[in-house]
């Protein structure tokens, strides 16, 4: 199969995938967002082996289901999974996953495609919070984990920074 016939296929399944997340989420179960936007179990998007999760499929989904759908509250139930995902980062990884969200968020906000914008200030801030609850654990793990981490910060407190 092309590439784009994949991506094909795969951008119809990340909207799929919201929808049963909506569904779910008015229920009263935030849990399929936080699953689709991290990829776990079976709802990993991988275009190919080797490859990591296509978050920005889910991501555009959501953005799309929401500007289809106005008066759910799509844009809650990513905020919860983003704010789950926080509290739950154990490493480099988590953050990192926590920032290529922020980032594609702010990218799509700035080109004019998204459907909402989400409280950066808010989730930076608890990201700052879980990192300060957990700075000895991660510096155990990681002897150069305070200086990456401030440089990820600037880099995601100013995004535009990169263009300059």
């Known amino acids: 199969m092309s590439n784009i016939?994949?991506?094909?296929?795969?951008r119809r399944t990340a909207k799929k995938m919201v929808a049963?997340?909506?569904?779910?989420?008015?229920?009263g179960n935030a849990m399929m967002?936080?699953?689709i936007l991290n990829g776990l179990g079976r709802a990993e998007l991988v275009l190919f082996p080797g490859d990591d999760h296509d978050y920005k499929l889910i991501i555009d989904a959501i953005h799309e289901y929401q500007a289809k759908h106005p008066k759910k509250k799509v844009k809650e139930g990513y905020y919860e999974?983003?704010?789950?995902?926080i509290t739950l980062i154990d490493g480099r990884k988590g953050i990192v996953l926590v920032l290529n969200y922020l980032a594609y968020e702010?990218?799509?906000?700035?080109?004019?495609?998204?459907?909402?914008t989400l409280d950066y200030?808010?989730?930076?801030?608890?990201?700052k919070a879980v990192v300060a609850e957990r700075i000895d654990k991660f510096r155990a793990k990681d002897s150069n984990f305070d200086m990456w981490f401030h440089r990820c910060m600037e880099e995601i407190e100013e995004p535009d920074r990169r263009a300059r």
């Open 81 to 85: 999974a983003i704010s789950t995902t």
């Open 121 to 127: 200030k808010a989730l930076i801030a608890q990201l």
């Open 106 to 116: 702010y990218e799509k906000q700035r080109d004019g495609t998204s459907a909402f």
């Open 20 to 27: 049963l997340a909506q569904k779910e989420y008015e229920k």
């Open 5 to 10: 016939l994949n991506k094909l296929v795969f």
């Open 33 to 35: 967002y936080l699953v």
